[in-house]
């Protein structure tokens, strides 16, 4: 929304699923021309992102498995 050029963005995820509690180690590139105080406002929205808070209090995964036959014609 603040139309910065970002310029080219990769992320590159490192999980480790042997550590207690589970770890991420995340690296985000940005090849764009930003100032101290953009980069600074992308961290601070990183922090706040919804998917980030779920994942570090913990995701309870409920999963259904239904049948449903077809009804014949």
Known sequence: TKEWDLGEVSVAVDY???????????TITLTGELSEEQ??????????????????????????????PRAHA
């Open 16 to 26: 480790d699923h042997h550590a207690t509690p589970r770890r991420f180690e995340v």
């Open 39 to 68: 980069l600074a406002r992308l961290e601070k929205v990183g922090a706040t992102c919804p998917v980030r808070k779920s994942l570090e209090a913990g995701v309870e995964v409920v999963e259904r498995l239904e049948s449903r």
